[in-house]
């Protein structure tokens, strides 16, 4: 059974429809990277799973429930973990205070956050505003990680981050994959990092799955068709 599962998913914004026939799974331990052009229902793909954002036509289930009628923050309690895009930390909080405001009980605490992201440690006591992009985009990952989820959603985890930064978050996610059974959504461009981690692709175009299959049976030609500028 898939942990979650998204099938003929429609979404709009206002009058406006941005999804019109999303289908997504996600196993345990799976990473699935969420690929597309911009604008072409990515992050509005997330906030649906989210539920940030009402699907109005399909089902979306977690766990085997389905969530379509659960608030946002039930769905966080189920164990669904967001690193948002933008990063959003609370910027005149503490990095620790950051870390603990949403934290549940679980094998990521404060200590395994410090673990995988030593920074983090030697800036607890610095509010969040004071630290560079790199290191909020560390914290917001921490943040979501001590949620304890079963399924993180990363949208756009090293996007305008400097290289050895970008790094250091997909040497985290590498991590994440290898020593824990948690799932991963990942929304990201970088073909070669993808390459590193992901089980699954899906791609977008026009709000709609048009490619669903193993990362490695991506080839030229459908990157070309549907990620090429």
Request: proline share 0%; charged share 20%.
């Given at each position: 059974m898939s942990l979650l599962k998204l099938a003929h998913?429609?979404?709009?914004?206002?009058h406006s429809q941005a999804l019109f026939d999303v289908h997504l799974t996600v196993?345990?331990?799976?990473?699935?990277?969420l690929m597309g052009r911009n604008g072409m229902g990515k992050s509005t793909t997330i906030k649906v799973i989210c539920r940030l954002l009402k699907n109005r036509g399909g089902t979306v289930s977690f766990g085997g429930e389905d969530i379509a009628r659960l608030p946002a923050y039930k769905v966080a309690r189920m164990g669904v973990g967001l690193v948002p895009e933008g990063r959003r930390c609370f910027t005149d909080l503490t990095v620790h205070e950051?870390?603990?405001?949403?934290?549940?009980?679980g094998e990521w605490d404060f200590a395994a956050v410090s673990k995988l992201f030593p920074r983090l440690q030697e800036r607890k006591d610095q509010t969040a505003g004071t630290l560079s992009g790199g290191e909020q985009q560390m914290l917001a990952i921490g943040r979501a990680l001590m949620t304890n989820p079963r399924l993180l959603v990363l949208d756009e985890a090293t996007e305008g981050l400097a290289p050895v930064v970008r790094q250091e978050i997909w040497a985290a996610i590498s991590k994440l994959k290898a020593e824990t059974g948690m799932a991963i959504v990942v929304v990201d461009k970088s073909l070669k990092e993808l390459h590193s981690v992901a089980d699954k692709a899906v791609i977008l175009e026009k709000g709609k799955s048009v490619w669903v299959g193993d990362f490695a049976s991506l080839t030229h030609e459908i990157t070309d068709k549907y990620l090429g500028v």
């Open positions: 998913v429609s979404a709009f914004y206002g196993a345990d331990g799976e990473v699935v990277a950051n870390l603990i405001a949403a934290a549940r009980r």
